[in-house]
């Protein structure tokens, strides 16, 4: 599905990635729908978008509050007009610790936001893609989905959990109008930590690694080309895209070389 003219949904828009996704697919003629928790960082997106000469509308809303997403496809029509396409961007990593030190509510809460979040949006948005001639869903999962990174246990749980609802809602999807794509990035430089409201300990992060981390708008530059050629499954960066080989090959061994990259982290 080509993007221009197309109104597309991207939560996560306020900072980051989701910005980033936001631009480029503003670059390429596309109108967007911003979802974010935070207002005053859809602000900042929409001053850059209208530099941009794009249209785009502005939700601030939490993705796990039912009643706000139930909400949300009326609103987008009505700023924007028919849904064509959804990008679950938006998540959160855990606090860096082991399973064993980890609240439950803060595990919950990563569940919540990262797997409950999109799917409760792609249930409120799915039948409005349904009856358009062709639209796309993009998942945003992680390279910890396949590699496990000790600290990020649940984060990775979540993040393999929409792994595998993509995987198979593009199968339900098969013979539709609805083209589905899931996304492993690896380190890339955004401000998911912070957005998290966790503390990384010294240059760690949900994907850190000995690699040179992805810049957000590369990635974003994928993200939209896989929806543009109806991809099903891309990785973007050399971490990800070694890591996913290592996990085929040999997963514990793959799984020894980053719990040796990341022990000194966990004290």
Same mark, same amino acid.
């Given at each position: 599905?080509?993007?221009?003219?197309?109104?597309?949904?991207?939560?996560?828009?306020?900072?980051?990635?989701?910005?980033?996704?936001?631009?480029?697919?503003?670059?390429?003629?596309?109108?967007?729908?911003?979802?974010?928790?935070?207002?005053?960082?859809?602000?900042?997106?929409?001053?850059?978008?209208?530099?941009?000469?794009?249209?785009?509308?502005?939700?601030?809303?939490? $993705?796990?509050?039912?009643?706000?997403?139930?909400?949300?496809?009326?609103?987008?029509?009505?700023?924007?007009?028919?849904?064509?396409?959804? $990008?679950?961007?938006?998540?959160?990593?855990?606090?860096?610790?082991?399973?064993?030190?980890?609240?439950?509510?803060?595990?919950?809460?990563?569940?919540?936001?990262?797997?409950?979040?999109?799917?409760?949006?792609?249930?409120?948005?799915?039948?409005?893609?349904?009856?358009?001639?062709?639209?796309?869903?993009?998942?945003?999962?992680?390279?910890?989905?396949?590699?496990?990174?000790?600290?990020?246990?649940?984060?990775?749980?979540?993040?393999?959990?929409?792994?595998?609802?993509?995987?198979?809602?593009?199968?339900?999807?098969?013979?539709?109008?609805?083209?589905?794509?899931?996304?492993?990035?690896?380190?890339?430089?955004?401000?998911?930590?912070?957005?998290?409201?966790?503390?990384?300990?010294?240059?760690?992060?949900?994907?850190?690694?000995?690699?040179?981390?992805?810049?957000?708008?590369?990635?974003?530059?994928?993200?939209?080309?896989?929806?543009?050629?109806?991809?099903?499954?891309?990785?973007?960066?050399?971490?990800?895209?070694?890591?996913?080989?290592?996990?085929?090959?040999?997963?514990?061994?793959?799984?020894?070389? $980053?719990?040796?990259?990341?022990?000194?982290?966990?004290?």
């Amino acid at each position: 599905m080509k993007v221009a003219n197309k109104v597309i949904v991207v939560t996560g828009a306020g900072s980051g990635m989701g910005r980033e996704l936001t631009l480029e697919l503003v670059r390429r003629g596309a109108k967007v729908a911003a979802v974010d928790m935070r207002a005053e960082s859809l602000t900042e997106t929409a001053k850059l978008v209208a530099e941009l000469g794009g249209t785009i509308s502005t939700h601030a809303m939490d $993705i796990t509050d039912a009643k706000a997403v139930d909400a949300l496809p009326a609103a987008v029509k009505k700023a924007l007009g028919d849904i064509d396409g959804l $990008i679950n961007n938006a998540g959160i990593i855990q606090p860096f610790v082991k399973i064993n030190d980890l609240d439950f509510a803060a595990a919950e809460h990563v569940m919540n936001v990262n797997f409950y979040g999109p799917l409760r949006l792609i249930k409120a948005f799915l039948p409005k893609l349904l009856a358009r001639p062709e639209a796309h869903i993009l998942n945003v999962s992680s390279m910890g989905a396949y590699a496990p990174v000790p600290g990020q246990s649940i984060y990775g749980a979540s993040k393999a959990a929409l792994k595998l609802m993509t995987e198979g809602l593009r199968s339900e999807l098969l013979d539709t109008n609805i083209g589905v794509t899931v996304v492993f990035p690896g380190a890339t430089a955004t401000n998911i930590a912070q957005n998290s409201g966790m503390a990384v300990p010294a240059a760690g992060s949900a994907e850190a690694s000995q690699f040179t981390q992805t810049p957000a708008d590369e990635a974003a530059r994928k993200m939209i080309d896989a929806i543009e050629s109806n991809t099903p499954r891309i990785t973007t960066g050399q971490d990800a895209r070694t890591m996913d080989i290592l996990t085929r090959l040999n997963p514990v061994w793959a799984a020894g070389v $980053i719990y040796k990259q990341m022990k000194s982290l966990l004290g």
